[in-house]
T-cell receptor, first 117, second 116 residues
Framework: AQKITQTQPGMFVQEKEAVTLDCTYD???????LFWYKQPSSGEMIFLIY??????QNATEGRYSLNFQKARKSANLVISASQLGDSAMYFC??????????????FGTGTRLQVTL | DSGVTQTPKHLITATGQRVTLRCSPR?????VYWYQQSLDQGLQFLIQ???????AKGNILERFSAQQFPDLHSELNLSSLELGDSALYFC???????????????FGPGTRLTVT
């Protein structure tokens, strides 16, 4: 079974509008972390935002916010006021456990976001 | 700039050959992770080192090996290369200390390997 599911292979959004990228996850570990990364066409992976499973509030970082619904096992990324530079591939990832030193990330298949004028 | 460096940026080699990819983590980071990104497999975790010791292994082929040196830089060795090994190889680093689970992994720019 997929641990991280991103059901939107591609999304379009108009400049200055908000967009939500979906991510659902599957884990039986009570302690886990959820991440979003951005991969522009140049290829690098850019960390955007993190949400811990015990965090009471949704994470926010500038124009990025994470809509964390624990019971539904979803961790959607919301980008407000989209900019042309937001056009990229977006990956949701999960780290399970709190061992701290052995903590691989499991990635979803990604969503390609295209921001239009 | 994440602070993680990887060399080389691009590598073109023939089947059957052996290559070494190098990674220098961010200053202060003790954990190094290797990931492979290919069109058919997506982003997959290969292996993690923490302060010189192997800590976790993913779907890493036996033809692949890695190590982390005392200065914390890491090398990923790929041997008997096949066409299917063509991919973008990322190194990431994190503090990776204690039971904190809020630290992020910072990725390097990647090494694009093309096997012909």
């Amino acid at each position: 079974a997929q641990k991280i599911t991103q059901t939107q292979p591609g999304m379009f959004v108009q400049e200055k509008e908000a967009v939500t990228l979906d991510c659902t996850y599957d884990t039986s570990d009570p302690s886990y972390g959820l991440f979003w990364y951005k991969q522009p066409s140049s290829g690098e992976m850019i960390f955007l935002i993190y949400q811990g499973s015990y965090d009471q509030q949704n994470a926010t970082e500038g124009r990025y916010s994470l809509n964390f619904q624990k019971a539904r096992k979803s961790a959607n990324l919301v980008i407000s006021a989209s900019q042309l530079g937001d056009s990229a591939m977006y990956f949701c990832a999960m780290r399970e456990g709190t061992t701290g030193t052995a903590s691989k990330l499991t990635f979803g298949t990604g969503t390609r976001l295209q921001v239009t004028l | 700039d994440s602070g993680v460096t990887q060399t080389p940026k691009h590598l073109i080699t023939a089947t059957g050959q052996r290559v070494t990819l190098r990674c220098s983590p961010r200053s202060g980071d003790l954990s190094v992770y290797w990931y492979q990104q290919s069109l058919d497999q997506g982003l997959q975790f290969l292996i993690q080192y923490y302060n010189g010791e192997e800590r976790a292994k993913g779907n890493i082929l036996e033809r692949f090996s890695a190590q982390q040196f005392p200065d914390l830089h890491s090398e990923l060795n790929l041997s008997s290369l096949e066409l299917g090994d063509s991919a973008l190889y990322f190194c990431a680093s994190s503090v990776g200390v204690g039971a904190q689970d809020s630290y992020e992994q910072y990725f390097g720019p990647g090494t694009r390997l093309t096997v012909t």
